[in-house]
């Protein structure tokens, strides 16, 4: 059974893809079998292990337009390896003719994958609709990162809040941790802390990923920033990440 880890907050550049991508590719670099899936239209993790969704035969919008077709055809690998199940743009599209029953679609495509992978990541979308709630009903725990510049205060208690309410559809779902992001100082940990402070279920990692350029050049590149720069803090942020996340 793959660990179904969706990487989730309502805010836009909070560092859900970054996110996605790096802790993806240390789990891999850890001997992990793992699936990265993108559920997000505008396609950031798709493009930033390498992939061209325009490029691509079959993404996760044509399992979505049809769940009877095996979803082996929209696994692509990335040039190092990663399994990844794409997002394309027209994923939108789709988005707009959902119904409330469409919200499973994802968990059942990724019950047919589940015993061949031992993480399956996923990527969320920033919007609140129904690509996001697919991600969180088909996840077991969520991560959500929190990047020290596009934070606002209350910004977690209400994400807290989101989580809460996907539960309704997902009652199982947990809250693996928060991931303090492109953090310069001690003081934004410490504001966050006091956020989650009298809230059970939300703990902040100990691994903050520090701010670097590089998350730019390493996304604008297609390469993952735990391969562009291994030995930069950050990458070693999210090498800790994974391997917090192999143990459990
Ligand atoms: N560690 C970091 N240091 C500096 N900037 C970062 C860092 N992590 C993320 N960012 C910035 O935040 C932007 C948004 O990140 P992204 O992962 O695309 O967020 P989301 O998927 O939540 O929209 C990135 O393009 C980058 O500019
Ligand atoms: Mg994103």
Known sequence: MARKIAFAIRKGGSGKSTSSINVSTALLHKGQR????????????????????????????????????????????????????????????????????????????????????????????????????????????????????????????????????????????????ILPLSVDNTQFAADLLEEVAGTQDASIYPHHVPRTTYVDQANELGIPLVMYKPAHDASSAYLALAETLING
């Open 34 to 177: 793992v699936l990265l899936v993108d559920t997000d239209d505008q396609a950031n993790a798709t493009m930033g292990v390498g992939l061209e969704p325009d490029q691509l035969q079959y993404t996760l919008n044509d399992l979505f337009a049809d769940p009877s077709l095996d979803p082996h055809l929209a696994i692509h690998q990335s040039y190092f390896g990663l399994h990844v199940l794409p997002a394309h743009d027209n994923l939108s599209k789709s988005e707009a003719n959902m119904e409330p029953d469409d919200m499973f679609l994802l968990r059942l495509i990724l019950k047919k994958l589940d015993s061949e992978y031992d993480f399956i990541i996923i990527d969320t979308p920033p919007t609140g609709g129904y690509l996001a709630r697919n991600g969180l009903a088909a996840a077991d725990e969520v991560i959500i990162p929190v990047r020290a510049g596009a934070f606002s205060r209350g910004g977690l208690r209400k994400e807290l809040a989101t989580i809460e309410r996907a539960r309704r559809y997902n009652p199982n779902l947990k809250i693996h941790g």
